[in-house]
């Protein structure tokens, strides 16, 4: 699906996302919690919206209503108490009690991930290729500035089986504006997406295979999807991890349903052609990891795309949506730093290869 840049008021409606679910689960904790709490609960929502006064943000972020989402894999604590007992006699300790705000914070997570895509084998070297800009029927088209992808997550653990989240996604460019063969510029200018909520699903576990579900609802928040009256979306994320002898190998399938509504799926305009909006992407594939030890993993990932346009909704007709392609991903996970997770070099290219497509480039990704 090809990227969609959004106003300024989308990119406060969005910001403002994690702010609502955190104020949300205050109320949540306040009533949780003893009146010595309040004081605490009171004092870190202050900062918060503090922090977004600086920003230029509205004061009152729970004025907005938004919701996004992602899809993440569930990892979660759990924590007890007990009592001692010896000779048939039972000593009862009073163990300190968690406030309701310190037990939130204990069950969320923030979640920052960035790819970087950098310069081609065979191209220019101040661009880049990203085949989620490609134009359909236009070769040539996915050539854009050096850019970076940016999504954020709020995830709030439910229990060790459940968990819903929120998230916002972005990307934006480093170098010159790039003209395309489709005679489009990709401006070298931050883009924002739609938002996302989501829900995880307790895990699935058979013989053969593990599933892990997530579902998700996107509210069109980019100008794009507005002026193409949009209405909403739902994701259905699934992947199947095969129950393999060795814990070093990791493999398995992915898969994901986009589901798009518009007010119509046909667009007209006055003077132009009619334009078949996309309304339904599938895309999914095999993938295999190595785990050389604790640290070092190799990976790899093979993607397949289509989709439906316009007419196509809901009929037997699918057309190729982003090129089929892979990547090989050398992912290095430290032990010693706390809120890094990982961080990994990539290449990504088309399965039908040109040098021009392929790319090189590099992620990592944070957990608070």
Known sequence: MKQKSSTFSSQILIVTLTAIIFLFMIQMARAESGANSNSQLQSWEEALKKSFKSMGLPKNPGRYLAQAGANQNQQTNSYGSGVNTRGGNTLAMKMPQKSGFSKFIEKTNLNYYQQFLGPTLGGPSGQTYNPFQETAGVANSGQAPLQSFHAMSVRYNINNDWAIGTSIAMANGYTEDVRSSAGTINAAKPQWFNARAFLNLPAWNTSI??????????????????????????????????????VKWTAGLTGQLYRINYKSNIKRQPGLNPVQL????????????????DNWMLGSTVILDWDQKGVQTGSREWSNNLPHRGRVTATYFPSSLKYLQSVGLFSQALLKYRSDTTVVGAEFALRF
Do not use: W
């Open 209 to 246: 295979a593990k599933f892990y579900t997530t579902l998700a609802y996107e509210a069109p928040t980019s100008s794009i999807s507005k002026n193409d009256g949009m209405t909403f979306g739902y994701v259905i994320s699934e992947t199947m991890s095969f129950n393999l002898p060795s």
């Open 278 to 293: 996309q309304t339904m992407i599938v895309s999914g594939g095999p993938y295999v990891n190595y785990r050389f030890n």
